[in-house]
C-alpha cells in the first residue's frame, strides 16, 4: 500500500505523527511545584499513574500496566451507583464514596443483555480509563467510547476498544457501559409520572450523560483534560454520540465526536429499521405497558421486582409499529424523543440550529447496510440468512427489486430503475448491493450539509474500504465494525494473520484519530491529507484500502438519490413514498408545560451557506467507480 504523501504544511501543533508513542509531555516551569491527587511532591510525576493511587471524588484508586509500555489501565472505576432495586428506571444516581484505595484491575460487570459468557449485574455502571500520563499536570485530550449493538447489547471491557495504543499516543481513553433493551429504554406511563420531568425512556442516555460528567469532574486526576473532549462511538454508539451532540443536557460536556457507521440522513428511507432512529414519546409510553405486560407486571411496582434475567429478551424484540415496508423493524428498546434529553427529532434539530456546536467525524463502511463483496454472491445465497436489518441483498428477485424500488421511490422510482438497471434475479441482486453502497455514501454526505447548517465547526467524512484478513475475507468484506480495530490500533495477533498492510493501516488510522481528538484536525505530518467537509463537493475521504477524496456516487446516480432522499418527505404527504422514519422529522416533543422548546441559537460562522442541490460534477472529484 503506497499512501500519498500529505502535500499541504502540517497541522497546527500539537501533531502527531505515525508511530509516535512517547505522546505529549507538559512542561513545568522553573521553580514550580506540582502536586499529584495525593499530594506527592512533582518528583513523582516521571513515574506512571501505576506506581501510585488515584483521587477521585469517590475514592482512591489504583491502576495497572496496560499492554503498551508506560500506559496505566484503571478497570471498573464506578460513575454512578447500582440500579437495581429503587433505581432501576431512574436517572444514575452517584455512587457512594469508599475508604481506602479500590483497586481497578479487573473490568466492571457489564449491563444485562442476552449473553452466556459476560460477567453482568444491575450494578453495572462503571468506566475503564487509559493513560500514558505522569501527573494531573499533563492535561491531555480525552476519548471517551461508546459501544455499538443496537442498544441491546454491549460492553466497554469488549477486547477491540483497549486503549492502549491511542493513550501511547497521547491520548486518554475512556470506555463506558449504559443500560441496555428494556433496562435502558422504557417507557410508562407510571415513570413518566415519577420523573420531575414528565418523561420516561432515555435512562441509556442519561448514563451516557453521568459518565461525561464524572469525565468532566475527575479526568484531570488521571491527565486528562477535561475542555477537550471527545465522543466517539460506532453503530448505536455513533447514534449516541448523534444524540448526546442534539442533547442540552450534554452542552459543554464534549468538544468533538466521532461516528463510526449510522449516521444518516434524517430522510433516508433506510433509517426506518435502524436502532438509532428515534420513538416518538406517545408510542413509546404504549409499548411500555404492553411489554409489562408479557411478564405479568401490570404496575410499575411489579416490574421492578423482577429480576434482571427477566429483561434479557430486548435484542429479540421489534417494533411492529414502524413501517418500513419490508419484514425488517428497528429494535423494540430505542431512544425517544422526550423533550428533555432529546427535545426534537433530527431534522427538526438541523433545522432549528438547535445541537450542541462540536466538530465531527463520521463515515460508513464498503461492506455494511446489507452490501457484500460480489465475490460472496454465491455463499451467500447457499447460506440461510434471517431477513432482517443488514440482510444481504443476494436472495432478492428480479419482482422483489422493482417492487422494492416503488415502494421506496415513489413516483422517482422509473429514474432508480433506469439508472440501477436490472433483467435477471442475479442482475437485480447486484443492483441492490451498488445502490446500497452509494446510498450510504450520499447518505451521510447530505447529513453532514444538514449538520453544518447549524453547527459553527469543521465536518470529517470517510467511506472504509478495507477487507480484513482471515478465513471470511472474500465474504464479509470491510463489514460493520471491522475499522475498530484499525482506528484503536489493536491487532490482537491471537485473532487474525494481520499483514504488514494492516499493521500500516492500524497505525495509520490511530494516528488520525488521535491527531482528530487532539486537535479537531485527523491530518498530520506523513498522512495522506483527509480535506474536511465541502457542501459543495460531493466526495467522501476513502481510508484503509487506498487513501483520497473518492466521490459518493456516481453523476447522475447521485442526482437521484439526493433527490430521494431530500424530497421523501413531500413523496409521503402526497401519498406516493415511504413513511418517515419516526423520530427524525417534524416531531419537536417539548415536555411538560412552561419547560419549552429550544430554538436557534447561533448564527453558521466556518461555512457559507450551500445552495439547495449538490454540484454533480464529474470534474470536481477522483473518479474511481464503485468500490
Known amino acids: ?17 505515525r508511530r509516535d508513542f512517547l505522546g505529549r509531555t507538559a512542561g513545568v516551569a522553573a521553580g514550580a511545584v506540582l502536586l499529584d491527587t495525593l499530594g506527592a511532591p512533582a518528583s513523582s510525576a516521571a513515574q506512571p499513574l501505576a506506581s501510585r493511587p488515584v483521587r477521585t471524588e469517590s475514592g482512591l484508586v489504583s491502576g495497572v500496566p496496560a499492554a503498551v509500555s508506560g500506559v496505566t489501565v484503571f478497570r471498573g472505576i464506578p460513575y454512578a451507583a447500582s440500579t437495581a432495586g429503587k433505581n432501576r428506571w431512574r436517572p444514575p444516581q452517584p455512587v457512594p464514596s469508599w475508604k481506602g484505595v479500590r483497586k481497578a484491575d479487573t473490568f466492571g ?22 493513560t500514558s500520563a505522569r501527573s494531573a ?68 442516555l442519561l448514563d ?14 488521571f491527565g486528562g483534560d477535561p475542555g477537550e473532549v471527545t465522543v466517539g462511538g460506532q453503530s448505536a454508539g455513533a447514534g449516541s454520540t448523534d444524540m448526546l451532540s442534539m442533547s442540552p443536557l450534554a452542552t459543554g460536556l464534549f468538544k468533538r465526536s466521532v461516528a463510526e457507521s449510522q449516521v444518516r440522513y434524517p ?7 435502524l436502532g438509532v432512529s428515534l420513538r416518538e414519546m406517545d408510542t413509546a409510553l404504549q409499548q411500555g405497558p404492553a411489554y409489562g405486560a408479557t411478564k405479568g407486571a401490570a404496575t410499575l411496582a411489579e416490574l421492578r421486582a423482577l429480576t434482571w434475567q427477566d429483561f434479557t429478551d430486548g435484542a429479540s424484540l421489534k417494533d411492529e409499529t414502524v413501517d418500513t415496508k419490508s419484514v425488517a423493524k428497528p429494535p423494540l428498546f430505542r431512544p425517544v424523543v422526550d ?38 454472491f454465491d455463499y451467500w445465497r447457499a447460506t440461510p440468512y434471517p431477513d432482517r436489518p443488514g440482510a ?28 440501477y438497471p436490472a433483467t435477471t434475479d442475479g442482475e437485480a441482486a447486484l443492483a441492490s448491493n451498488n ?173 457559507s451557506r450551500a445552495k439547495a442541490g449538490i454540484a454533480w460534477s464529474p470534474a470536481s472529484m477522483r473518479s474511481t467507480g464503485r468500490p
Open 1 to 17: 500500500m503506497n499512501a500519498p504523501e500529505n502535500s499541504r504544511p502540517p497541522a497546527p501543533q500539537p501533531e502527531l505523527r
Open 109 to 130: 460487570d457489564a449491563p444485562p443483555q442476552a449473553s452466556t459468557t459476560l460477567t453482568m449485574s444491575e450494578d453495572c455502571l462503571n468506566l475503564n480509563i487509559w
Open 137 to 204: 499536570g499533563d492535561r491531555r485530550p480525552v476519548y471517551v467510547w461508546l459501544y455499538g449493538g443496537g442498544f441491546s447489547a454491549g460492553t466497554g471491557s469488549d477486547p477491540s476498544f483497549d486503549g492502549s495504543v491511542l493513550a501511547g499516543k497521547g491520548v486518554v481513553v475512556v470506555t463506558i457501559n449504559y443500560r441496555l433493551g428494556a433496562l435502558g429504554f422504557l417507557a410508562t406511563p407510571e415513570l413518566s409520572a415519577e420523573s420531575q420531568h414528565g418523561v420516561s425512556g432515555n435512562y441509556g
Open 208 to 221: 451516557q450523560i453521568a459518565a461525561l460528567k464524572w469525565v468532566r469532574h475527575n479526568i484531570a486526576a
Open 267 to 273: 430522510s433516508d428511507p433506510e433509517l426506518r429499521y
Open 339 to 376: 423533550g428533555w434529553v432529546l427535545p426534537a427529532g433530527y431534522l427538526t434539530t438541523y433545522e432549528d440550529r438547535a445541537q450542541n456546536d462540536v466538530w465531527y467525524l463520521a463515515g460508513n463502511n464498503l461492506d455494511e447496510s446489507g452490501a457484500v463483496p460480489e465475490t460472496a
Open 392 to 419: 444481504p441483498p443476494v436472495h432478492v428477485t428480479l419482482d422483489d427489486y422493482v417492487s422494492a424500488a416503488r415502494q421506496k421511490f415513489g413516483t422517482m422510482a422509473d429514474e432508480f430503475l433506469a439508472l
Open 435 to 607: 445502490a446500497i453502497r452509494d446510498n450510504s455514501r450520499v447518505s451521510t454526505y447530505l447529513w453532514g450539509k444538514a449538520w453544518t447548517k447549524g453547527a459553527d465547526r469543521p465536518v470529517y467524512t470517510y467511506f472504509w474500504t478495507h477487507r480484513p484478513p482471515g478465513p471470511d475475507h472474500d465474504i464479509r468484506g470491510a463489514y460493520h465494525g471491522s475499522e475498530i480495530v484499525y482506528f484503536f490500533g489493536n491487532l490482537n495477533p491471537a485473532t487474525q494473520g494481520w499483514t504488514d498492510q494492516d499493521h500500516e493501516i492500524a497505525d495509520t488510522m490511530s494516528s488520525y484519530l488521535a491527531n482528530y481528538i487532539t486537535t479537531g484536525d485527523p491530518n498530520g505530518h506523513g498522512l495522506p491529507r483527509w480535506p474536511a467537509y465541502s457542501p459543495s463537493s460531493p466526495t467522501v475521504m476513502e481510508v484503509g484500502e487506498s487513501y483520497g477524496p473518492m466521490r459518493v456516487a456516481p453523476p447522475r446516480e447521485g442526482r437521484l438519490l439526493e433527490a430521494v432522499l431530500r424530497h421523501t418527505g413531500r413523496l409521503v404527504a402526497n401519498g406516493s413514498g415511504p413513511p418517515p422514519a419516526p423520530g427524525t422529522g417534524g416531531t419537536r416533543h417539548c415536555g411538560p408545560p412552561g419547560k419549552g422548546c429550544r430554538r436557534d441559537r447561533r448564527p453558521t460562522k466556518w461555512m
